[in-house]
């Protein structure tokens, strides 16, 4: 298990004794002459840094790295030592930010020459940082309470960097001791406690700091990055640190070993030097990558390292070669930026096993020709996902936000076809607004009634005989005739609406709209061409037997076809054929003239379905059998008001006062 | 960090060795020499590949006491058939070079994370002294560094060894336990077969991966090829192999400008196929059945399927589809096309865990846009929600100080300087580099360097020239003195929070063009 490893806790361990407010002896020029400088100026004096600086910049430093690499989960603690110690933040991830830590070591302020050199010691630190080394971190405890009984595999490792002046050998001596036993000390107390762990293992850098000795800070890094430089078109570089793992592939191939070198063991070269390339790439090509590792420029405000940084963070990328043993080059890394972070992309760049595959369409379904690709491009838009923010308590709830992403495709697919010569109704501009609403989880009284315009706009249709576009794909001649046509669009339309009528009372309402306007059977057609009032009489009579709603709804229909007559009008010659050239052409372009043409036997079957028939003999043939409910009978849309009576004595809503009742 | 599922290339190390002339005696069947026996198993292997595996490269490796490459990676499964046919006998086994060899052409060919399968087949006799696969065993741990033993391969690898001995004889030799110290070389990657080896070891390394793609309610029988190998995080807390499942389900739809190149772990072809297509087990299909085959995969390619609607799709919208593979582990699909502009659907898998890319975020909190109060992607798609931006900022994304080399401080400095030359129209600019230097400054204890700059802007005052703005001179003496101040270490003025403010002055409102820009 490496989930929790050395790296995961870093206590910084820094001298704050009196000594560290010496100086470090090394001048630095801050009054540089510039070019219109007056003559005659004489430059200040160089500042030197007292060796407190040297060790907080350089602590700084290795935390603005690690940040910058490893944003999550690598935690760092602070600690000051001078006459006692001081915390300066804690491990939760909150308390992870150079910021937070400039501002605590700004109150700390420089060691004081004054104080008495008797009563500091970095021993106060060191004890600090082992106490601290056995609290337990967000994460540890997140681990240990997910896996309840296993919690004992959590490991508890960590390192502590101590920036101090060891005076001698022995003195060093001392420090590795003193941590040990107090490691050993602070495991017995861990023992009887929840919220600290005992130390498996921990890392002491002990860091010498000296007069005269910059290059043991500055050289200080994290160990697991190397470094790598990215040699821009206008010869210079940028150093840039990230993790090995990066160059993986560089390492294996033995790329990284000039020929004759023998031992691998003597440690790696840990800088790799990749070209700018010139070929541009943009966003929009899907690169083969086998990782993505954050990176931070070495030099980190250097003018070559802000271009390249602020050239990434606008959005462009840049592909890095490689050079092999061979002397050949390979373009090997992508450096782009995602969010603000900047990430160097391993690119994979060895032949690939998959060269060469059979095209898509030479398999199954390569041969068919007509898709509907736009259609299901246009359901993708709709599927596409997004970003919603974790709240606490939304499993229970079931409203995950990617279970509600597949039942949405659940519900967008229940009917589908997947090619243009399958479906009539998807490829009818008119039936675009009933398609995108009926999917939806619950419709808005707006929506049914859009639902139903979209349906009366179709009865309009029929009664106009508008062609439809209807596939001739695998037919002789014209193609089915007009009655049949809409008797197959009916049908289809059925079909989708009918997948979705268990979503709500609405869903069905929308349902019960398409059941009562379908086209009538051949035979009603006729009546239909004699006058509408009879018609409507008669099937009045027909109906007889039915239960009253779908009386109601029809009669509702009936009410707003007349109200939508005029925007009707409007809409009829909107019928247009939506998707691709493959569509078949609209069918019998000259005005059918044979309409008294007799229907064969098996067509007069209708445009009813088979299922709605047998529902609606078994209705008729059961309603004669027990006189109504009287609730049924009173019901609107199958719901009957309780109590009725009630309401009419004390001439209030029982439901809003309910206990007055009794 | 992860074990990586492969595509798997098969190098096949064939024994050629004069034993492997040997007759072999199997129960009531006439003699047949070993190399007549691992002739006739190769070729099943090759035919069961070549029905069921068409995309996989195979190279074969002849060996005695040299080796040679017969047939560089293929998918022609003629010209190794033919090859085989025609392989000569001739002197000892001596393994270990051969290894060598193998290991190199993998390498030359597929780099170093490419997984291998490797089939060695031999006949048990491993050689004797120098060159026998006993002596490199013996003297694996003195090796030079230049003269390592071939195993582990630099690249993951399965070792198969068919073994064309009986039970009996190995029982007699010290065979077998060279060469389970062979498999355990390779990391225990890998198995022993004996006579009855071919059909187990198509059983083994070459079933073919079938799986359902779903969308919703729509969906398709799919081959996924390479076969998705079982991967293992190292950084689980109980570390499992995981396995993608057959039953692979998507999720949803992303631009591929958002998902923008993701790390994978490998990369699969999804090739749809025909349900109820009795695919022969051991491919010994006759003329007849192959015509069969064809006609049946011509009524395959008339029917719709799904794949190929969703290919289409994803190619013209340039999406991809997010899939989920397994319990927190997921995927995607997108069409690739290749040079010659045939495309096809591929698969991707991420990296198990519940936030596989950054900027994706938690896969789980991802969801329909038709949730959202307003469309994330705006009305006329013009905007996007990915990708997601961290709780914080990088250091290369802030202004930051670094002092560790002189440069930067010197950087910091002339900056100062610069704009205190142009006072008052750089008065915001110059208090805010200001008071960033005296930040890092308390922050690094580096008290003698406010001092520092205090005196080089008291010099900047006397050094104004006669046509320098009043406010100049005023600003610049009290920016000093703030910094004298701080430099004591006083609470009152060293306080980090704080921050030098410009003082107010008759003149000051003429700094305005200067504050507007800030």
Redesign the interface.
């Known amino acids: 298990m490496k989930m929790f490893s050395i790296s995961h806790k870093t206590a910084f361990v820094v001298d704050h004794c009196p000594y560290m407010a010496e100086s470090c002896r090394q001048q630095v020029e801050f009054d540089m002459l510039t070019k219109n400088r007056p003559q005659g100026v004489i430059p200040l004096a160089p500042v030197s840094k007292s060796l407190w600086t040297c060790a907080v910049e350089c602590s700084m430093e290795y935390c603005r790295i690690l940040y910058d690499i490893y944003p999550t989960r690598k935690l760092v603690n602070f600690i000051v030592s001078d006459s006692e110690f001081h915390i300066l933040n804690s491990w939760n991830q909150a308390d992870q930010s150079t910021q937070e830590l400039m501002a605590a070591l700004a109150a700390v302020g420089p060691p004081n020459p004054h104080e008495d050199p008797e009563c500091c010691s970095i021993l106060h630190g060191l004890m600090a940082a082992v106490e601290s080394l056995c609290k337990i971190t967000e994460y540890q405890h997140e681990a240990r309470t997910t896996l309840m009984d296993k919690a004992d595999r959590v490991s508890n490792r960590g390192r502590i960097i101590c920036i101090t002046n060891a005076k001698s050998d022995t003195h060093v001596r001392m420090l590795e001791d003193y941590v040990q036993e107090t490691i050993q000390e602070q495991n017995k107390l861990a023992i009887s406690s929840d919220r600290l762990m005992q130390i498996q293992q921990c890392e002491l850098v002990l860091i010498h700091t000296y007069p005269f000795g910059e290059e043991t800070l500055v050289s200080d890094r994290p160990k697991k990055e190397e470094e790598q430089h990215a040699n821009t078109s206008a010869n210079y570089d940028v150093e840039l640190l990230h993790h090995r793992d990066a160059h993986m592939e560089f390492i294996k191939s033995g790329d990284l070993h000039p020929a004759g070198s023998t031992s691998r063991d003597s440690g790696l070269k840990e800088t790799v030097t990749l070209k700018w390339c010139t070929p541009r790439t943009n966003s929009v090509e899907l690169h083969f990558c086998t990782g993505a590792y954050r990176i931070s420029p070495v030099d980190v405000n250097s003018r070559p390292s802000s271009c390249l940084t602020n050239f990434l963070l606008n959005g462009r990328s840049v592909l890095l070669e490689q050079p092999r043993k061979s002397g050949s080059k390979v373009i090997s890394h992508m450096l782009s930026s995602h969010g603000g972070e900047i990430f160097l992309h391993v690119l994979n760049c060895t032949r690939s096993t998959l060269e060469d595959p059979p095209s898509i369409s030479e398999g199954c379904g390569g041969r068919v020709t007509d898709y509907r690709i736009t259609d299901f491009g246009e359901f993708m838009r709709e599927n596409r996902l997004t970003p919603f923010p974790d709240v606490q308590g939304s499993e229970v709830a079931g409203k995950v936000p990617l279970e509600r992403a597949k039942r949405q495709l659940e519900r967008h697919t229940r009917y589908w076809p997947m090619i243009i010569s399958q479906t009539t109704i998807f490829n009818m501009q008119a039936v675009v607004p009933l398609a995108s609403l009926i999917v939806k989880e619950s419709l808005t009284e707006e929506d049914v009634l859009t639902c139903q315009k979209t349906i009366y706009n179709l009865v309009d249709m029929e009664r106009k005989n508008d062609p439809l576009p209807i596939s001739t794909v695998g037919t002789r001649g014209k193609g089915p005739k007009r009655d049949e046509q809409y008797r197959i669009m009916w049908n289809e339309l059925e079909t989708l609406v009918r997948t979705h009528m268990g979503s709500s009372e609405r869903h069905q309402r929308v349902l019960d709209c398409v059941l009562a306007c379908r086209s009538k059977p051949p035979e009603e057609e006729d009546r239909k061409k004699r006058g509408r009032k009879r018609e409507d009489r008669e099937d009045k009579g027909e109906k007889n037997g039915k239960d009253s709603e779908s009386e109601r709804s029809w009669q509702e229909s009936e009410r707003l076809k007349a109200a939508l007559e005029r925007d009707r009008e409007e809409l009829a010659e909107a019928e247009v054929i939506k998707d691709s050239p493959d569509s078949p052409e609209p069918l019998n372009k000259k005005p059918r003239l044979e309409v008294e043409d007799v229907q064969p036997a098996e067509k007069a079957k209708g445009p009813v379905s088979l299922l709605t028939m047998w529902t609606n003999r078994i209705n008729t043939a059961n309603s004669r059998k027990h006189q109504e409910f009287a609730g049924r009978v009173n019901s609107v849309n199958n719901k009957a008001e309780l109590y009725q009576h009630l309401k009419d004595e004390n001439g209030m809503d029982p439901h809003e006062n309910g206990k007055a009742m009794r | 960090?992860v074990s990586?599922p492969p595509?798997?290339?098969t190098v096949v190390l064939m024994d050629v060795s004069l034993s492997m002339t040997r007759p072999v005696q199997l129960d009531g069947t006439e003699e047949f020499q070993r190399k007549n026996l691992a002739v006739h198993g190769l070729t099943m292997l090759f035919e069961h590949m070549a029905t069921n595996y068409r995309?996989?490269?195979t190279a074969l490796v002849a060996f005695s006491s040299l080796w040679e490459l017969m047939v560089p990676f293929t998918r022609d499964y003629n010209t190794l058939q033919e090859a085989l046919n025609n392989l000569e006998d001739y002197d000892k086994t001596c393994l270990e070079p051969a290894l060598q060899g193998v290991s190199n052409i993998v390498?030359q060919?597929?780099?170093?994370?490419?997984p291998c399968q490797v089939v060695l087949v031999t006949d048990g006799s491993l050689g004797i002294g120098r060159g026998s696969l006993r002596h490199s065993l013996s003297t694996i741990k003195h090796r030079?560094?230049?003269k390592k033993f071939p195993l582990p391969f630099?690249?993951p690898a399965k070792l198969y060894i068919m073994c064309i001995a009986n039970a009996e004889e190995l029982q007699n030799s010290d065979t077998l336990d060279n060469l389970e110290q062979l498999l355990s070389l390779n990391g225990g990657e890998g198995q022993i077969f004996t006579v009855e080896g071919p059909l187990k070891l198509i059983d083994q390394a070459y079933t073919p991966f079938h799986a359902v793609l779903r969308?919703?309610?729509?969906s398709?029988d799919v081959q996924v090829?390479?076969r998705p190998e079982p991967v293992i995080m190292?950084?689980?807390?109980?570390?499992a192999p995981r396995t993608i499942l057959t039953d692979l389900?998507?999720?949803?739809?992303?631009?591929?400008?958002d998902?923008?190149?993701?790390?994978?772990?490998s990369?699969?072809?999804v090739?749809?196929?025909?349900v109820n297509k009795d695919v022969d087990e051991m491919g010994t299909g006759t003329t007849d059945e192959t015509e069969e085959e064809n006609s049946a995969?011509?009524m395959?390619?008339?029917?719709?399927?799904?794949?190929?609607?969703?290919?289409?799709?994803?190619k013209?919208?340039?999406?991809?589809?997010?899939v989920q593979l397994g319990p927190e582990w997921y995927g995607m699909l997108?069409s690739?096309a290749?040079s010659?502009k045939?495309?096809?659907?591929?698969m991707?898998l991420f990296e198990p865990g519940p936030e596989p890319l950054?900027?994706?975020?938690?896969?789980?909190?991802?969801?329909?846009?038709?949730?959202?109060k307003e469309n994330?992607?705006g009305e006329d798609?013009s905007k996007s929600?990915?990708?997601?931006?961290?709780k914080?900022?990088?250091?290369?994304?802030q202004n930051?100080?670094?002092?560790?080399?002189?440069?930067?401080?010197?950087?910091d400095?002339?900056k100062i300087?610069r704009n205190a030359r142009k006072l008052p129209e750089k008065t915001q600019t110059f208090y805010k580099e200001l008071n960033r230097l005296r930040?890092?400054a308390?922050?690094?204890?580096?008290?003698?360097?406010l001092k520092?700059?205090a005196?080089?802007l008291e010099?900047e005052c006397t050094?104004l020239p006669d046509t320098a703005h009043p406010d100049a001179a005023f600003q610049l003496s009290h920016a000093a003195q703030q910094l004298k101040l701080a430099s004591t270490?006083d609470s009152q003025y060293?306080?980090?929070?704080h921050n030098i403010t410009p003082m107010l002055t008759d003149f000051s409102g003429s700094g305005s063009s200067d504050r507007d820009r800030m």
Not at chain 2, 234 to 239: I, L
Not at chain 2, 259 to 265: A, R, T
Not at chain 2, 385 to 390: D, N
Not at chain 2, 442 to 449: E, T
């Open positions: 960090l990586r595509a798997m290339p995309l996989e490269f390498q060919e597929w780099g170093s994370t490419c030079s560094e230049d630099p690249f969308c919703g309610n729509l398709s090829f390479p190292d950084e689980e807390v109980d570390p389900e998507i999720v949803g739809f992303i631009e591929i400008g998902i923008s190149s993701p790390p994978v772990l990369r699969h072809l090739l749809p196929i025909a995969n011509q395959a390619g008339k029917s719709p399927n799904f794949c190929v609607l969703l290919h289409g799709s994803l013209v919208e340039g999406m991809v589809a997010l997108y690739q290749d010659k045939k495309s096809n659907l591929m991707s950054p900027w994706l975020g938690k896969v789980s909190q991802l969801g329909p846009t038709s949730d959202a994330p992607y798609d929600p990915f990708p997601l931006q961290p914080s900022k990088r250091s290369y994304a930051v100080t670094v002092w560790i080399k002189p440069s930067g401080l010197q950087t400095v002339q300087l930040k890092a308390l922050a690094f204890g580096f008290w003698d360097l520092g700059v005196d080089l010099r050094l270490g060293a306080a980090f929070d």
